[in-house]
Structures are given as structure tokens and as C-alpha cells.
């Protein structure tokens, strides 16, 4: 790959600089990886194998989006919440590229990995820890679909606020002719040397791959109206969810596919709320017995484009999200591993679900992300389990 410096000329304040290099993978198709310099005021591009690139072009887009973001630009101090950061992590190696070279885990596909004993096991053990919690709230347990309806996930805004992660299912029509066809192309592609790439003309699709795990649980609760007296109901749930996210797609950090274990909470305010207290309570004990290098601030969502800057600060002014941030000791990083969240009344009022007084309801989410969490165990103390924190070695078999 080629690499092309740009000068920004600007200084990015260091919380734009992540939405600055995410928006970047979509400004142009050519661009392969992307990263900023040590100063941090020039830009570093690989471009893409096969492709080229009008250097002054790139560098006008460049230059363009890193205006747009500064001048929209509202700064707001977070809130930390908890910090264990005078912590000395065990192991500051390489952890993805030690997993892969020791077989921990196989790429197969971007963003796609196979998972080996080592890791899949830790992940069941901090699963049964985010299970115990979820039981202790007496939350009742369901499993959800991979597939969400077009129609669920727009009532969700998400196709006006991130539009970019949105993976789409779709099959082949209900047509024979069309069918055959298909197949006899496949054939043919297929003696020349493999498929590496479907198209498929005039394909519609009512459902994508889910996004979020908690989405189905308020959509099966549409229309619903909570018992009198009834002050709320807590869920815990576990699914696959798929973000495309471009060039940002990278080892277990950021998985296109990846696992998400969650405890929602949907009631009154004072239920929602008192729930994601205890989940921050729990959560910063856990912290302290993993004994992680880590932080839990307040944080915003990657809104992509629109009224992106206005959602960011009325979430953060508002404290709406919590984010448990763990260090990554070989590259000086931090890493969102899960998030404790407050959505109001907008998935109430946006399902119809209601407080027997007729008022809709409020909601909220503790989120962990499964295959991330022990991306960051591993960083910390490596990838074999005798050297990891006794609360999980204590749960594995």
C-alpha cells in the first residue's frame, strides 16, 4: 500500500480525533488504514491495494471533514465515575498479535474471527458473572433473534443515526427462473476460480442483521401496559450483533460480529435509575477484583452524521451513558469493554409501552461487550489462564 501524509493544519482536540478517524474510512473508498502522526496534526493514509487517489483530493476531503467537526465542536468535561488507573498491568505484549500467532484466534474474513479454547472459555466465565448479576435483579431471561425487522430498527432511529454500521440480510426471490440463473452463474464463477463477491439486481429486504441486543426486547413489549401497580421489569439477554465499521475493523476490539450480554431495565425513572446504579456498583466491584488498569466516565454514542453533535453533548450533559473504559497496555489505548445507558421515554413512547398510569415508559441498558471484556483481561494479564484474576480462573472448568 501507498502511504500519503496530510497536513491538517488544524490541532483536533483529542476527543474529535477517534470520530475524525472513523469518518475518514468513508470519505473516500480508497482509503485503507488511517492514523495520525505522534504530533497529532498530520495524517497518515494507506490507501487500498488496486486503488489510486488524487493526493489534493484526499487531502481537501481531509482537510474539510476536520473543519466541519472543529466547527461544530462543543467541548464537555466528562464525568469520572471511577478510576483504577494507578494500576501496573502484568503483561504489556501484543495481545492480538500474540492470539494470533499462537492460534488463540483466526481471522477468516474482515472483521470475522474463530475464537480457541483459551478465549472462548474466559468469555463464558465473565458471561456467568454478567448472568449472576442479571439474576440477583431478577430480571427474566430470553433469548432474541440475529435477524431485526427493517421497520423495528427505523421506529429505532438507527438507519438517521447510524446508518454506516447497518449490515442487510436479504435471499433470493421466490422465482425460479431467477434461482436457476443464480445458480448457473455460481457455476460458472466457481470454474473460473471461485466467488468472492455476490450481486444481485433488484434484491429488496424487510430485516438486517441486528445491531443491539435490547431492541427486541422492547419491540416485544409494543403496545403493552405494566400491571397496577407495577413500577418495572428487568431483562437479561444475550445475542450476536453486527456493526460494519470500514477500516476501523480491527482483531477483537472491533469485530463486525460480535457478542453482546445485557441487562435492561424498562419501568418508571426511579426504576430505570436505581438500576443502573446498582450496575454501576456492581460493575466497579468487579473492576476492583479483576484488578484491571481501568475507568468508568460518562461518554457518548458514535453518531455518524445529521444532528450528530447535538445528540453527543445532550447524552453527555445529561450523564445518559456510562462507559467502562479498560486500558491496552502494548499500545497506551482505551478500550470500551461495556456501557451502563439511560434512553428516557423514547423506546416507551416509541413502542407504546406504558405505566399502568398511562405515562410511558423509561428505559435503560447495562451492556458488555463479550469477545472485547476479554480482549482486555488478556491485554492485562496475558493469554494463559493461570496468570488471570481468580474470580474468573475460580469459574472455568
Known amino acids: 500500500m501507498s502511504t500519503i501524509k496530510i497536513e491538517l493544519g488544524t490541532q483536533l482536540p483529542a476527543d474529535l480525533k477517534k470520530d475524525f478517524i472513523h469518518k475518514m474510512y468513508y470519505s473516500d473508498s480508497s482509503v485503507g488504514t488511517c492514523a495520525f502522526d505522534e504530533k497529532g496534526t498530520s495524517l497518515l493514509l494507506d490507501l487500498k491495494e488496486g486503488t489510486t487517489c488524487i493526493p489534493d483530493v484526499l487531502e481537501k476531503k481531509a482537510r474539510e471533514l476536520a473543519a466541519s467537526l472543529s466547527s461544530s465542536y462543543i467541548p464537555i468535561k466528562k464525568i469520572v465515575y471511577f478510576d483504577q488507573s494507578d494500576i501496573t498491568p502484568r503483561y504489556c505484549e501484543d495481545i492480538e498479535q500474540v492470539l494470533l500467532d499462537q492460534g488463540h484466534i483466526h481471522q477468516l474474513g474482515q472483521g470475522q474471527y474463530a475464537l480457541g479454547p483459551n478465549v472462548t472459555n474466559l468469555i463464558r466465565a465473565l458471561d456467568s458473572l454478567f448472568i449472576e448479576f442479571g439474576r440477583s435483579q431478577g430480571a427474566r431471561e430470553y433469548a432474541v433473534p440475529t435477524l431485526i425487522p427493517v421497520e423495528t430498527l427505523a421506529a429505532c432511529d438507527y438507519f438517521t443515526s447510524f446508518p454506516h454500521t447497518v449490515t442487510f440480510a436479504f435471499h433470493l426471490p421466490e422465482d425460479l427462473k431467477r434461482i436457476e440463473d443464480f445458480m448457473a452463474s455460481a457455476r ?42 407495577e413500577q418495572g421489569r428487568t431483562f437479561l439477554c444475550k445475542g450476536k450483533c453486527f ?25 418508571s425513572n426511579d426504576y430505570v435509575q436505581s438500576g443502573r446504579e446498582r450496575s454501576l456498583d456492581w460493575v466497579i466491584d468487579l473492576l476492583k477484583q479483576l484488578g484491571l488498569k481501568c475507568r468508568v466516565e460518562t461518554a457518548s454514542d458514535p453518531f455518524f452524521a445529521g444532528d450528530a453533535v447535538k445528540k453527543k453533548a445532550f447524552q453527555q450533559t445529561l450523564q445518559l451513558k456510562y462507559e467502562i473504559l479498560v486500558d491496552l497496555p502494548w499500545k497506551d489505548t ?9 434512553h428516557q421515554n423514547f423506546f416507551g413512547k416509541t413502542f407504546n409501552i406504558s405505566l399502568e398510569n398511562g405515562t410511558h415508559v423509561e428505559t435503560g441498558c447495562t451492556a458488555f461487550g463479550l469477545e472485547r471484556f476479554a480482549l482486555a483481561v488478556m491485554a492485562q494479564y496475558g493469554p494463559e489462564p493461570e496468570h488471570w484474576p481468580e474470580i474468573l480462573t475460580s469459574r472455568m472448568t
Not at 435490547?214 to 400491571?227: A, R, T
Not at 476490539?253 to 450480554?261: A, G, K, L, Q, S
Not at 482505551?334 to 439511560?342: E, P, Q, R, T
Open 188 to 229: 460458472e464463477q466457481r470454474s473460473k476460480g471461485g466467488i468472492k463477491q455476490i450481486e444481485i439486481e433488484e434484491v429488496k429486504t424487510d430485516v438486517v442483521l441486528s445491531p443491539a441486543v435490547c431492541y427486541h426486547i422492547y419491540h416485544m413489549q409494543e403496545d403493552l401496559s405494566f400491571d397496577k401497580g
Open 243 to 267: 456493526r460494519y465499521e470500514s477500516g476501523t475493523l480491527n482483531g477483537l476490539e472491533r469485530m463486525w460480529d460480535f457478542t453482546m450480554r445485557e441487562v435492561v431495565f424498562v419501568g
Open 334 to 342: 482505551l478500550l470500551a469493554v461495556g456501557s451502563m445507558n439511560i
